[in-house]
C-alpha cells in the first residue's frame, strides 16, 4: 500500500493534511457502518471502496490516463455522463461531504456558503483528495448561485467547462439544454480527441440506464415491509456510484440487488417489525456526509429511500435509445434530464409530486426534508413541501444542518421526538 | 466485552484472498478501514474486522491455509454508533 | 408491569429537575439542583438523595429525559424532553389537548399537544437567541441575575435591539450601555428580543387560538410572560411547579412503564 504514498506525491497532494484525512474516516466507518448487525454480505464490495477509498479508484483512473483517456470531474446529476462516456472519457463525482474540506473553502468564500460548495473548493485548493487532482477537467453546471460563483474561483486553478442549465421547464427551455448537451459534445470531443458518434452515444446511453436500472432494483427492494437493508448501506451504495465505472457498479448493484431479494423472500430484515420507515428529501448527502442517516437509523427509525441527488434523483427515468441521428439522441438525454425536480426550477411542483409518490411507494411512515446550511432553494422549498405532506396526513420534520458534529445532539433530540411521535 | 480484531495487511490484494477464506469457512468477518491507531506505518487501507467469538477460528483459519496478513490487533470498544464523530 | 412509583429525572443545560410519582400521581419527592459541569456525576447525586421509598427496587420504574438523558446509567429508558414537556404540561395544568412553549438553558421549544401526546413540534437550531442561555449572558452584562434582569424589565420602557443573535445582541446591548440607556430600558429590550425570538421560531405554530402554556425555567418571571403574551396576541399561562414539566412528564411515561 506504500504505493499509494508515491501516487499521493505525485498527484501533487498535500500528504501530511492528507493523513488527519485518513485518520478520521476508520472511526466514522467503525460507529456508522460496522457497529450494524446483519448487513447484507454483498455491501463487501463497497465496504472495500471505502477502505480504499483514496486508492483503488484513483490508481484506475490514473492507468487509464496513462492510455491517453481523458477524466472529466463533475458536480451534479445533471451533466450527462452519456455524452463523456461516448467519447471514451471517465466520469468522476468531485462533490465534497467532509467537514474536514470546509475551513479551506472558508478561506475563500464567504462563510454563508453551503457546506458542499465550502468542503469541494477546500478539498481542491487544500489538495487533499486524489479525485480532485486526477480530473483533467471539471464541469460545472448553474444549479445555484453559489456554485456558479465557485466555479469562477476553481477555474483559476484548473480547467472548467460551464453547462447552463435551465431554471424553468417550458419546452423551450428542454431545446436550450439540448443545444447545451450538443454544445457540450463538441467540447467533450475537443477534450479527448474523440468523435462522438451515433453508435457510441447510443451505447453509452445503454450503459448508463443498465447502472441506473440496477440501483433502481436496489431501491425497489427498499420498498418491501421486510426491510432488508439499512438506510446507510444503500445511502454508501449511491455515495460510491458517482465515482465507480459504470458497468462495474451496475454490475455489483445487481448482485447487491439478487441477495436484498433474496433476503425479502427469506423473511430477513434489519430492523425488527414495526420500526417507523423514513423517507429522507433535500440536499445532497456527499460522501462522507452519514451523519442524518447514522442519526435517524440510531433513533429507532429506518431510512427507506432518499428524494435526493444522492438518491432517486440519480436513478430515476432512462433516457430513450432509438434515435438515429445525433440530433434525437440528444433532445432524449435534454428530455430525460430535464425531468429531474431539482430545487433550482420555478415553479416545482414535480417535486412535492414526487416526495408524495414516494412516500406512498416505500410505505414511509414520516418524512424528514433536511436541508444543508445556506441552501435557499432546497430551504425555501420546506414551506410547500410540508404543506403538501401535511395535507396528505404525512409527518414532515424540517431539519438544517452542516457538515460540523457539534449540531448532533441537537439533531438527536429532534429526530427522536420525531420517531417518539410517529411510534404514539 | 466489546473487544474487536483488526487483521492488517501490506495491500488489499492479501486482504481480499483472507476475506475468501474466511467466508468459505463460515468464519463472520467485515472488510473494515484499518484504524489508525493500529496502522503504524501502514498506509489507509483495508482491514478485516473479527468479532471475539470468531478470532480463535480466523486464526486457524490463517495457519491451515498460511494466508499472508500483516498483524493482528485487537481493540475495546472501537464501534460507538452514538458518538457522533463524522468526518 | 406498572411500578407503583415513577421518577422523572430531566438533566437540562444549567439545571437538573426530578419529580417522584405514585401510581395515583401525587408528587411523593421533588428536586432542583445545578447541572454543574458533570451529568453524570449529578445523576449519580440525585440518585443517592432519593427518600428510601424511591430507591431502586421492583417498584420504582425511573426515565431520563434532557440533554443529559444519556448520562443516568440507572433509567429504564430515555425519553426525550419534546415528549416529555407535552406530557408534563397536559398533567400540570389538567387538560391534554395545548399549546406549549418550553423556554430551557439552551432550547426553546414549541410544542403542539393533543390527547397527550406530541402533534408538532419545533426548535431552535444551535443559536441561543430566544432562550435560557441569551437571558445569562445579557444578565451577566448589566450585571444583574437573570431574575434581577426580569424584574429590572418591569419598570423600563420600550427598547429594542434588533438582533435575533447572541452574539450581535451583546454588541448591541454593549452600544446602548455606552450610550447611557437606562438599565431598566436595556432589561426590556432583552425580555422583549426573547419574546420576539420565540415567536419567529414558532412559524406557524404560533397563530392558534386559545392559551399558550410556557414551561421551563422562564416560568417563574411575570414580565417573560407578558411580553410573550403581547408578541404572540395570546394569553400566556403558567403554573410554578411548570419548571419541572419534563419531569413530570417523565414520571408519567415512568409510571407507564
Known sequence: MADYVKMWENLGMDLESHDTLCQVLPVAVGDVFMSQENRPKAMDFWDLVISEVHGIRPAELIEEQKKGRKVFGTFCVFVPDEVIIAADGIVTGLCGGSQFWVPGGEAVLPKNTCPLIKASVGARLGRTCPFFRIADVYVGETTCDGKKKAYEILGQDVPMYIMDVPQMKRPKDIVKWKEEIADFALKVEEITGNKVTVEKLKDAIRIINEKRKAMKRVYDARRSECLPISGRDALLMTQISFFDDPERCAKMCNRLADELEERIRDGVSVVPSGTKRILVTGTPLAVPNWKLHNIIETSGAAVVCEEMCTGTRYFENLVDDSGETLDELFMALAERYMKNNCACFTPNPGRIQDILRLAKEYKADGVIDCSLKFCGLYDIEKKSVAEALKAEGIPVLSLETDYEDSDAGQLRTRIEAFVEMLNG | ?87 | ?257
Open chain 3, 1 to 257: 408491569m406498572s411500578g407503583t412509583y415513577g421518577v422523572g429525572i430531566d438533566i437540562g443545560s444549567t439545571c437538573a429537575k426530578t419529580v417522584g410519582m405514585s401510581a395515583d400521581g401525587e408528587i411523593i419527592w421533588r428536586d432542583l439542583r445545578p447541572t454543574g459541569w458533570s451529568s453524570v456525576e449529578t445523576a449519580e447525586a440525585i440518585r443517592k438523595d432519593l427518600p428510601d421509598v424511591l430507591k431502586e427496587g421492583s417498584s420504582v420504574r425511573f426515565v431520563a429525559t434532557g440533554y443529559g438523558r444519556v448520562s443516568v446509567p440507572y433509567a429504564d429508558k430515555c425519553v426525550t424532553e419534546i415528549s416529555c414537556h407535552a406530557k408534563g404540561a397536559a398533567f400540570i395544568f389538567g387538560t391534554d389537548t395545548l399549546e406549549v412553549i418550553d423556554i430551557g438553558g439552551q432550547d426553546t421549544k414549541l410544542i403542539s399537544v393533543a390527547k397527550g401526546g406530541v402533534l408538532e413540534f419545533a426548535m431552535n437550531d444551535k443559536c441561543s437567541a430566544g432562550t435560557g442561555r441569551f437571558l445569562e449572558v445579557m444578565a451577566n452584562l448589566l450585571s444583574v441575575t437573570p431574575s434581577g434582569l426580569c424584574s429590572m424589565a418591569e419598570k423600563g420602557s420600550e427598547t429594542r435591539i434588533s438582533s435575533l443573535c447572541t452574539v450581535f445582541a451583546e454588541s448591541e446591548v454593549i452600544n446602548l450601555i455606552g450610550r447611557g440607556t437606562p438599565r431598566e430600558n436595556i432589561a426590556w429590550a432583552v425580555v422583549d428580543s426573547i419574546a420576539q425570538k420565540v415567536k419567529t421560531q414558532a412559524g406557524k405554530l404560533g397563530p392558534g387560538e386559545g392559551p399558550l402554556y410556557l414551561t421551563g425555567g422562564l416560568c417563574d418571571f411575570p414580565f417573560v410572560r407578558l411580553r410573550l403574551g403581547k408578541a404572540f396576541g395570546r394569553e400566556v399561562l403558567t403554573r410554578p411547579e411548570a419548571r419541572f414539566a419534563g419531569a413530570y412528564g417523565a414520571a408519567v411515561y415512568a409510571l407507564a412503564l
Open chain 2, 1 to 87: 466485552m466489546s473487544e474487536r480484531y483488526y487483521i492488517l495487511f501490506e495491500n488489499y490484494e492479501q486482504g481480499l484472498a483472507l476475506h475468501d477464506l474466511l467466508d468459505e469457512a463460515g468464519v463472520m468477518n467485515r472488510i473494515a478501514p484499518a484504524p489508525s491507531a493500529a496502522r503504524g506505518t501502514l498506509c489507509c487501507g483495508m482491514s478485516l474486522l473479527v468479532g471475539p467469538d470468531m478470532i480463535d477460528r480466523a486464526k486457524e483459519v490463517i495457519s491451515r491455509e498460511n494466508a499472508v496478513y500483516h498483524s493482528i490487533v485487537s481493540m475495546e470498544n472501537p464501534l460507538q454508533p452514538m458518538r457522533d464523530r463524522y468526518c
